[in-house]
């Protein structure tokens, strides 16, 4: 992940180590859509329909959609590993391209407020990819099952950017262990579509069996503590309540771990001193951005939440395994 070094702000500011800061956790952060040259955007489900019937949108395109669809914001980098079971890194490339220039994808610029060099915005690549309003509505026939994110709710939404990108990544990796056996984002749970939802769940594989893993995000540009005291007092109910937390979709029968993703220690520290997080009838994570970014992977990135602080521990199981990238 690019790191920038930072500008003075009004908002709290939670630094690496390394005395930076995560673009996809950067206050200043600003994203756009950057329309290809050459863009003939479809717009009715018809004519996306008859890509498909022709031929012209392929079995492979139609599946990358799906992808993007189920991952809702991504980068190119990730969307190349989700894929690169099937096809190469420069072939995926070429996917999205010809998905851009019909509207069935949409790349972001993204950029930070206030950086410049030699008088002009840095654009910080890897570019998020969202699906586009033709690969939308075709998503919505063919899979009209699954949610997706429909492609007006990133106007004004940079923060909504971060956030899936970051989170991507964790999920990105979780695969890549291959001890992931489940995502789902914004689950209904406790029963009742009045709960709020967790940014995602997950089960996990791990030696002594499965975990349900309920994820959440914190972001410096949101009031993130009053979000976690609030969020975390509907977990405590629920949890009293029924002696878990019931996930529409998830067996009731695994260990249950809440996790907050945070872009450095810095920030865990800070809401663990805040909230106590250790006080709640469960069991509480962090996994770190800057340790991800570290180690290449997930299994250094957690720590969990005692009365002494927070104690960083190994997760072997999450180990990044080999790839094998096809020739096509």
Request: aromatic content about 12%; hydrophobic content about 40%.
């Amino acid at each position: 992940m690019a790191n920038i070094k930072e500008q003075s702000t009004a908002i709290q500011l939670f630094y690496r180590e390394d005395g930076t800061i995560s673009i996809w956790d950067h206050p200043n952060f600003k994203s756009s859509l950057a329309i290809p040259d050459s863009y003939f955007p479809l717009t009715r489900v018809e004519q996306a329909m008859e890509m498909v019937n022709t031929g012209k949108l392929t079995e492979m395109n139609v599946r990358m959609l799906k992808v993007i669809g189920d991952a809702i914001c991504a980068n190119e980098n990730q969307i190349k590993r989700y894929m690169s079971s099937l096809i190469s890194s420069g072939t995926t490339s070429k996917h999205l391209r010809y998905l851009m220039k019909y509207g069935f994808v949409e790349r972001h610029k993204c950029r930070l407020k206030f950086i410049e060099e030699d008088g002009k915005e840095v654009i910080r690549p890897p570019g998020p990819i969202t699906l586009g309003i033709a690969g939308y509505k075709l998503l919505k026939r063919l899979h009209s099952e699954s949610q997706f994110m429909d492609p007006d709710s990133w106007n004004d939404n940079p923060y909504g950017v971060q956030r899936y990108v970051a989170t991507n990544e964790i999920r990105c990796l979780a695969i890549e262990s291959r001890n992931a056996r489940a995502w789902e984002w914004h689950p209904s749970i406790g029963g009742n579509a009045k709960y709020k939802k967790p940014l995602a769940v997950t089960r996990i594989e791990t030696p002594k069996g499965e975990v349900q893993l309920l994820l959440e995000r914190a972001q410096m540009s949101q009031d993130f503590i009053g979000y976690f005291r609030t969020r975390f007092e509907q977990y405590r109910y629920l949890f009293n309540r029924d002696n878990r937390i019931q996930v529409d979709g998830f067996p009731e029968s695994f260990v249950q771990v809440f996790v907050i993703s945070v872009s450095s220690i810095s920030m865990a520290k800070f809401i663990q001193e805040q909230i106590r997080l250790h006080t709640f009838p469960f069991d509480v994570w962090f996994v770190v951005d800057e340790w991800i970014d570290a180690e290449g992977g997930l299994e250094n990135a957690f720590a969990s939440v005692t009365k002494e602080g927070i104690k960083r521990f190994r997760a072997p199981f999450l180990r990044k395994q080999q790839v094998i990238v096809p020739d096509n």
